[in-house]
Structures are given as structure tokens and as C-alpha cells.
């Protein structure tokens, strides 16, 4: 049993052993700290002051301010950031100070303008729910005198402001509109070169921001854009992105006319025009836009540097003409949701230098034919309407086929390296394997083939009596990957080896089979025996090529993560490959003897 004694002498004996050590320079405390305290060296301080403004560029404000508190050289730096960011957590986009439980209750004024019966407990709820928005307000006023003052500093060290980020939303609290426009007269008279600027009401653009002529790029979300009276100037402006704004028709036009500078224009889900019509811009080089409604009918560019064309849209066949032909530097078009027919495209190809062309969701299309000595990529996805593709491509590296089986389709492309195929069945089964087993013989004289598995898996499972009458079409590849986008724990053991046998089936030549399930890429490799002394099986006794039952010697797994699985995989070849079956049973009779 220990007493107080022993352990005042344990206490006396560690203290002597401590003070050993500081005396022989072991068990000293860092440098810097004395008597417990840690002293941390400011080495930002040291930095010059446009380095430190360059790192804090890469912050947001509220992070940049806490970061200055106990440094003079990181205050006196942070007074003339040129690097605004007013992150989206700045202003949270709905009022969390009000509980969700009073948040949308009908107010005061209404209950009793409709004399409706109200109990005490509803009362106090409306009651905290004013206290709350009182509190919101204040907060938000607060807010809004936090970016003033960033600006005023910035006015008053008369320094010009690169780039300045806001998210601004609307609690119904306050009218936020005055704010906006003294907000964006102080942000053009302090020279700003980008804006980022997004609101959640729609609120229209000031007058002022139309004349900033330092504007270099510009973004904005939830506006609505009016044609100023005091006219429109964006002599610097290079980039243009519009987002979920009202644009009027007549300002596009304007735009398109008072940007000599442009060189990229974005929008996604603006509406208030149905055309989009750009003529008179030399420096234009990249146009995407993305919409989601009805009226969009037509796109026409006239820009000589045009490089990049990308159009989405969520309604099918509305967009009927795309007119790009002046534009002889396009080399990426990508569109969905159109109405083409076959001349056009061939038109396109016979006018522009496209090297990467891109048709989904265009169900009125229904034969292709391409020739191009230009394209490098080609995807065709949900078209589902295609019948017949001709492609005479001979640089084209990636081709990509979204959809249902084509009556016919024809490959000219020596340069081809990439095969991306996601198919999936329309007809009955019988037809559907039939038909699948004659398209993927399209492919057959290329290395590389990706197979993208979706919805039912059982789907790629040949039946045996095709197997046994048909030839394999994919004899010829040497590499396949087999993408599986359903989740690995629905796939029973049986269904995986079934799969492994159909594809091993389809590709019976394969120096590499990979299975993409999720983040997860299994490989195996497969090493034949190149003489012909073992001969050949029935599986392959009437085809030109010696399948992997029949040459299999060795097996390799990458990327296993599953004991289980790859022991399972082991198994199966062992039991189907000749080679690896004599080894196997010859090592089982030596184990014997």
C-alpha cells in the first residue's frame, strides 16, 4: 500500500532528476518559451507589403480581418487589400435567426384583419417573431456598414480595387436597392476591375456600372439588366457571365456592340430574349450558354477568333438554328437539344476546322455522316432517333456513343485510341443481345474499349446458345475497361462471375480487363502463351484467333481490395483456363506423391 511518504519521495526524486537535466541541456523546453509561455514569431510581418496583399487575395474578408488583430504591418496591408471577397456565409442567404417553426406563420395584421381566433402560444410566437427581425435587421445593417467601411479605406488610401465578391440576399427586411446602387457608384469609382456579384431578388443593375471602363470581367446573378439611358461602355471588359439574370433583348444587343474587348460571354438560365445574335466582336473566343426554357430559338455568331461554341438546354428540338458558318476558327461545338439535319452537319465540317464536335438529345436527327480530316473527339448521346453514322475521321482519337443501338454504324479512324460506349436495350432480349454482339463488332480493330454499365447489369450476360453460334466480336482489342455505375453491393457473386465470363467472352483476347465499380478500378492481367504447341478448344476450333482458355499461363491482380473476390476470380480461371487447370492439377498429384 503506497502512503503520502512514498509519494512525497517519488515527487522529491523526479524533480532532482529534472533539475539533472537542465543542467546537462536534456529535457529543456523549446526555444522561445519561458516559464510555460510560448512565444510564436510573426514572420508574415516581415514580408513586403505587396506580398502579404498578394496571399491575402486568397481569403475571405472576415478571415483576412481576424488574421490582423495582433499585427500593425497585417493592418496597415489589410487597409488597402485590392482583394475583396465577401464569402456566401458573410450573408447567410435566409434569415437562421428566425425560427423555422414561426418563420412562415401568417402575420399579425393578417390574423386579425381576417378576425381569426388565435391562442396565447401563437401570440408569443408572433411576438419572438418580430424581436427576431428586428435582430436580423440589425444584423444585417451591420453587415452592410462592414463592406462601406472596406471601400471607404480604400477610397481614402486612394487605391484601386481588383477584384470584389459579394452574395447579397433579401430577408424582405430592408430595400436593399439604394444600398446596391451607391454600393456599385463606390465600386466604379474605385476603379474595379472584376465583379462578382450575386443577389437573390430581382434587382436591377444600376446605370453606373454600364460606363466602368477599368471593368475587366464581370459576373452577375439575379439581376434584372435595363437599357441605361446614359448609353454603355465596357471598353476593358474580356469576360461576360450572366447568370439567372433578365436580360432585355434590345441590351444584348447593345452588349454585343460595347465590348470591343470580349473574349468570353456566358449565360445559364437568363431569360427576356429568344435569340442570341453576336456580330461585331473581333477578340470573341468562348460562348456557352445553358437554358431552361421554351422561347430560345436561334443562335447566330459572326466572330472571326470564335474558338469554342457550347449550348445546353433542357427542352428538346427547341433550338432550330445555329448559325456559326463565319466563324472560321471554331474548333469546339457542342450542342443539345437541337433540330439539324444531316446537311447541316455536313455543311459544318465541310466550312469549319472542328476538331471536337459534341450532339446529345437531338431526337430528330437521324443519319450522320462526317468527314473531317480535323476532328480529334466525336460524342453522339441520346440521340435516340440515329439510325446511321458514317464517320471518316482519320485523326480522330475519342469516340463516345450515349444511347440505343443503331441500325448501322462505320468507323474511318486509323488515330482512334479511345472507345466510350454506354448502350442499353430497347428491343426484347433475344434482338438485344443479337444486335448488341454486331455492334461492338464495329469496334473491333481498335486497343482500347470502355463499356459504361448502367441500369441492369444481367443485361450483358450472352445467353450460351449466342455464344455457342455466334463468333465473338471484340476479338481483336486488347484492353477493355468495364465501367459499372450500380452499387458493388448489389451485385451477387454469380451475377460478377456471369459478367466475368461475358465480357471474357465478347473480348476473348484481353491482356487487361478493368472493372470500374464506384472509386474503386480492379485490373487483371492476363499473359498468354504465344506458341501454338497446346492447340486450340472447341470454344475457338473454327475462329481466327486462340482465346484465353486455350493460351491463359498466368494471371496478375491490381487493386484487389476483397480477399474474397480475387480468390473467387483465382478460381475461375484456374477452372476455365487449360493451362492453368494442367498446372494446377499437376501441383495437386506432386503434393500427393
Known amino acids: 500500500m503506497e502512503t503520502d511518504e512514498d509519494r512525497n519521495r517519488e515527487t522529491r526524486r523526479s524533480d532532482k532528476t529534472l533539475s539533472a537535466g537542465q543542467n546537462t541541456g536534456e529535457n529543456q523546453p523549446p526555444k522561445g518559451m519561458e516559464e510555460g509561455k510560448l512565444h510564436i514569431t510573426d514572420r508574415i510581418s516581415e514580408l513586403p507589403e505587396d506580398v502579404i496583399r498578394h496571399i491575402m487575395s486568397f481569403v475571405e474578408v472576415e478571415d483576412v480581418v481576424n488574421t490582423c488583430i495582433n499585427s500593425y504591418c497585417l493592418t496597415r496591408a489589410c487597409a488597402t487589400l485590392q482583394f475583396l471577397s465577401f464569402?456566401?456565409?458573410?450573408?447567410?442567404?435566409?434569415d437562421t435567426t428566425v425560427p423555422i417553426g414561426y418563420r412562415y406563420r401568417p402575420s399579425f395584421l393578417e390574423i386579425t384583419n381576417e378576425k381569426l381566433e388565435i391562442t396565447n402560444e401563437e401570440v408569443i410566437g408572433l411576438v419572438q417573431v418580430v424581436n427576431h427581425m428586428k435582430i436580423a435587421k440589425q444584423k444585417l445593417q451591420e453587415r452592410m456598414n462592414t463592406v462601406d467601411g472596406r471601400i471607404v479605406r480604400l477610397q481614402h488610401h486612394k487605391v484601386d480595387l481588383i477584384k470584389f465578391c459579394l452574395y447579397l440576399p433579401s430577408y424582405g427586411l430592408i430595400d436593399l436597392e439604394?444600398?446596391?446602387y451607391k454600393l456599385v457608384s463606390s465600386l466604379v469609382e474605385c476603379k474595379i476591375q472584376e465583379l462578382v456579384f450575386k443577389v437573390k431578388d430581382r434587382y436591377t443593375l444600376p446605370g453606373s456600372l454600364y460606363t466602368a471602363n477599368s471593368l475587366r470581367k464581370l459576373h452577375l446573378t439575379g439581376f434584372k439588366l435595363e437599357s441605361p439611358s446614359d448609353g454603355l461602355r465596357f471598353p476593358s471588359l474580356r469576360e461576360l457571365n450572366l447568370s439567372c439574370c433578365d436580360v432585355e433583348d434590345k441590351l444584348l444587343q447593345?452588349?454585343?456592340?460595347?465590348?470591343?474587348?470580349?473574349?468570353?460571354?456566358?449565360?445559364?438560365f437568363c431569360c427576356g430574349f429568344d435569340s442570341l445574335q453576336i456580330f461585331g466582336l473581333p477578340k470573341l473566343k468562348k460562348v456557352t450558354t445553358k437554358f431552361g426554357f421554351k422561347q430560345f430559338n436561334k443562335i447566330e455568331i459572326q466572330a472571326p477568333k470564335l474558338e469554342h461554341l457550347s449550348h445546353h438546354s433542357t427542352y428538346v428540338d427547341r433550338l432550330c438554328v445555329v448559325d456559326v458558318a463565319a466563324c472560321k476558327s471554331l474548333k469546339v461545338?457542342?450542342?443539345?437539344?437541337i433540330t439539324i439535319t444531316p446537311q447541316w452537319v455536313n455543311d459544318i465540317f465541310s466550312m469549319l476546322p472542328l476538331e471536337v464536335f459534341e450532339l446529345s438529345d437531338c431526337e430528330g436527327l437521324k443519319n450522320v455522316r462526317i468527314t473531317s480530316t480535323h476532328l480529334k473527339q466525336l460524342s453522339l448521346a441520346q440521340c435516340m432517333n440515329l439510325n446511321n453514322t458514317e464517320v471518316d475521321a482519320p485523326n480522330l482519337s475519342s469516340f463516345s456513343y450515349v444511347g440505343v443501338i443503331p441500325l448501322r454504324i462505320s468507323l474511318k479512324a486509323s488515330a482512334l485510341e479511345d472507345?466510350?460506349?454506354?448502350?442499353?436495350?430497347?428491343?426484347?432480349e433475344s434482338q438485344w443481345h443479337s444486335k448488341l454482339i454486331e455492334f461492338l463488332g464495329s469496334f473491333n480493330h481498335y486497343n482500347l474499349v470502355e463499356l459504361i454499365v448502367i441500369f441492369n447489369p444481367d443485361e450483358w450476360i450472352i445467353p450460351k446458345y449466342l455464344r455457342e453460334t455466334l463468333q465473338s466480336p471484340l476479338y481483336d482489342i486488347k484492353h477493355l475497361t468495364v465501367n459499372l455505375q450500380v452499387s458493388?453491393?448489389?451485385?451477387?457473386?454469380?451475377i460478377l462471375l456471369d459478367l466475368l465470363d461475358s465480357f471474357l467472352w465478347l473480348a476473348p483476347c484481353l491482356d487487361s480487363l478493368s472493372v470500374i465499380c464506384g472509386f474503386l478500378e480492379q485490373t487483371v492481367e492476363l499473359i498468354h502463351e504465344t506458341s501454338a504447341v497446346e492447340g486450340k478448344e472447341k470454344c475457338c476450333a473454327s475462329a481466327p484467333f486462340r482465346c484465353w482458355r486455350c493460351s491463359l499461363k498466368e494471371v496478375n491482380f491490381k487493386n484487389f481490395q476483397s480477399i474474397e473476390y480475387k480468390s473467387m476470380v483465382k478460381h475461375y480461371f484456374v477452372e476455365n483456363a487449360r493451362i492453368l487447370k494442367k498446372r494446377a492439377a499437376e501441383g495437386l498429384r506432386n503434393r500427393d506423391l
Open 254 to 268: 447593345l452588349l454585343t456592340m460595347s465590348c470591343p474587348e470580349l473574349e468570353f460571354l456566358n449565360f445559364k
Open 488 to 494: 458493388w453491393m448489389r451485385l451477387k457473386d454469380s
Open 419 to 428: 472507345i466510350h460506349l454506354c448502350i442499353f436495350p430497347e428491343t426484347s
Open 87 to 94: 464569402g456566401e456565409n458573410f450573408f447567410p442567404w435566409r
Open 333 to 337: 461545338l457542342i450542342l443539345q437539344c
Open 178 to 180: 439604394p444600398y446596391i
